[in-house]
C-alpha cells in the first residue's frame, strides 16, 4: 500500500519561505512520477509544481520562478521548497503519486487535464499561511 507523509509547512509572512516534505513508501519510487497539488476552500484542488522519474519538471505559471520542486529518490522524498510567498500561496498543500509514470505526465498534470481520481495515492495535506 503506497503511503504518502507530509511535513512542513506553516505561517510565515509575505516574501518569506518554506520547504515542504512528503516521504514515500510502499512503492517503487523510481516508476512514479508526482506532484504538489494546492487547495483552498471552494475552490478545485490545483497543481502547482510536477516532477517525472527522469527528474524533469513543470510549474504553474503561478508559481513558476518562486517554487521548487526536487525529489531524493534514494530516500523516496519529495520536496517543495517555496520562496518569495505571497498571501495568495494559502492553502492546503498535497503530494501526490502516480505510476506508470507516462511521457508528458507532468505537463498533462499541471495544465489540469489529469483526473485527480486517477492519481495512485495522496498525502494528508498541510496547510500554508502566508500573510501580508
Known amino acids: 500500500q503506497v503511503e504518502l507523509v507530509q511535513s512542513g509547512g506553516g505561517s510565515v509572512q509575505a516574501g518569506g519561505s518554506l520547504r515542504l516534505s512528503c516521504v514515500a513508501s510502499g512503492l517503487i519510487y523510481s516508476a512514479y512520477c508526482m506532484a504538489w497539488f494546492r487547495q483552498t476552500p471552494g475552490k478545485e484542488r490545483e497543481a502547482v509544481a510536477a516532477?517525472?522519474?527522469?527528474?524533469?519538471?513543470t510549474y504553474a505559471d503561478t508559481t513558476k520562478g518562486r517554487f521548487t520542486i526536487s525529489q531524493d529518490t534514494t530516500k523516496r522524498i519529495l520536496y517543495l521548497q517555496m520562496d518569495t510567498l505571497k498571501p495568495e500561496d494559502t492553502a492546503t498543500y498535497y503530494c501526490a503519486a502516480d505510476a506508470p509514470c507516462v511521457p508528458r505526465w507532468t505537463h498533462t498534470v499541471i495544465a489540469g487535464y489529469y483526473p485527480l481520481n486517477a492519481m495512485s495515492a495522496w498525502g494528508k495535506g498541510t496547510l500554508v499561511t502566508v500573510s501580508s
Open positions: 516532477i517525472d522519474s527522469d527528474g524533469n519538471t
